[in-house]
Nanobody
Framework: VQLQAFGGGLVQAGGSLRLSCAAS????????MYWYRQAPGKQRELVAA???????NYADSVKGRFTISRDNVRRTVFLQMNSLKPEDTAAYYC?????????WGQGTLVTVSS
């Protein structure tokens, strides 16, 4: 299983970024996919999740600002991040679970300046 995340960068507060995560080695269409983030000195936290049917869940801190989506043909999961805040600064990781094992992408850094 390989997960490759892209799209991080430096953005001003109020701006937007779109993260992508390409998956291989799994039956992508049936896998629930996740985005996590980890800020410096803090624990990794779940940001958003999307099921195979497209239903999504979000952390309270990002509701109304972030949107998770998936393209089963391209085997890619996305995280559209709008109205970014400095507290969104973190390394963002995509994740999936296969046979009870967690798989992680390499992380992509998002920095939001005030």
């Amino acid at each position: 299983v390989q997960l490759q995340a892209f799209g991080g960068g430096l953005v001003q507060a109020g701006g937007s970024l779109r993260l992508s995560c390409a998956a291989s080695g799994i039956n992508f269409a049936i896998n629930r996919m996740y985005w996590y983030r980890q800020a410096p000195g803090k624990q990794r936290e779940l940001v958003a999740a999307i099921s195979s049917d497209g239903s999504a869940n979000y952390a309270d801190s990002v509701k109304g600002r972030f949107t998770i989506s998936r393209d089963n043909v391209r085997r890619t999961v996305f995280l559209q991040m709008n109205s970014l805040k400095p507290e969104d600064t973190a390394a963002y990781y995509c994740n999936t679970v296969r046979q009870s094992r967690h798989y992680w992408g390499q992380g992509t850094l998002v920095t939001v300046s005030s």
